[in-house]
């Protein structure tokens, strides 16, 4: 018997479901106001409904309120740059606004050498009018207090830049007051900040003078160059079973960046001594016990060494 012929087309080994498209990330979504003065008298909902009315369409999904700053994000597939190409629109709705922006990167620069003579206003507006794409998120402050700036002709100014070409500004020299300025990158850092270089705290890495340290070791070579003493292991730039830790900062037998000690331990006496257990709060209250003699009153102490009794 002969097979019957079929005209069912072949069956395909590969899935033509149709390309699901990206969707635009939270940050292409906000715009981000900044304004002065007392707190919007309105709620978020009262605003992105207020906004939507004025714009007569749905732009605006969610409004925050934190402080003086109101952040606008879009609908899922609206673009915050179309909704700031439409601010005149709604910004009678948030009276006493002093900057609109988009949600980008905030680099935050040094620029040395301005004379302090000069008004932080003619400042901002020296840069932004003489370098041309420039664009600061708020106006330029003095790095130091006005008492350390007493009797100085310069000092150093801090800006905020935004935009796609904001790190291009880093590192350059700024014109302004018909002169250029040195420029470098503000790097944040305190008392709890860690060294990646010598292990240390209280500076940042790329201002470190010290020695370099292992954090595992703590010999004398940078961390990523750890490797192990036996011959026969291979592992680089982190500790193996053969790692004898040992702290540079207190010489204890743990690694140079030892997390927060839990409660009642003593735990690194450097990391202790940065600060990093300021949450361990000391509570000075008094004890009462009674006795056949009557009531005896204690000042006790209680912080993270533990309990004292104070006479």
Not at 175 to 195: G, I, P, W
Request: hydrophobic share 35%; charged share 20%; glycine share 6%.
């Amino acid at each position: 018997m002969a097979a019957r012929a079929t005209n069912a087309p072949a069956r395909s080994t590969t899935n033509n479901w149709p390309q699901l498209k990206k969707g635009l990330t939270a940050r292409e979504r906000r715009l981000v106001i900044k304004r002065e003065g007392e707190p919007l008298p309105t709620t978020a909902l009262d605003l992105r409904d207020d906004i939507n009315l004025a714009l007569a369409a749905i732009y605006v999904q969610t409004v925050s309120l934190q402080g003086n700053t109101v952040t606008l994000t879009t609908m899922e597939s609206i673009k915050a740059t179309s909704l700031n190409s439409k601010v005149g629109t709604f910004l009678h709705l948030i009276p006493r606004t002093v900057s609109v922006h988009l949600d980008t990167p905030v680099s935050h620069v040094l620029v040395h050498g301005i004379p302090t003579s000069k008004s932080l206003a003619n400042i901002a507006s020296e840069l932004t009018t003489f370098n041309t794409g420039l664009s600061l998120t708020s106006q330029p402050r003095w790095l130091t207090t006005d008492d350390a700036r007493a009797g100085k002709t310069a000092s150093i100014v801090v800006i905020s830049i935004m935009g796609p070409r904001a790190s291009d500004y880093v590192g350059k020299r700024l014109a302004t007051f018909s002169s250029s300025y040195r420029t470098e990158r503000r790097l944040r850092f305190n008392s709890h900040t860690q060294c990646s270089k010598c292990q240390g705290y209280g500076h940042h890495s790329n201002r470190c003078t010290n020695l370099v340290s292992c954090r595992w070791c703590a010999s004398p070579h940078p961390t990523g160059n750890h490797t192990c003493p036996t011959a026969t292991c291979r592992i680089r730039g982190r500790p193996c079973s053969h790692t004898v830790l040992r702290c540079v900062n207190c010489k204890g037998p743990h690694d140079g960046s030892m997390p927060l000690p839990p409660q009642g331990s003593s735990g690194c006496k450097a990391r202790r001594r940065s600060g990093e257990n300021d949450h361990l709060m000391t509570m000075i209250y008094v004890m009462i016990i009674a006795s056949d003699f009557g009531f005896t009153f204690f000042f006790v102490k209680e912080d993270g060494d533990g309990v004292s009794f104070i006479i």
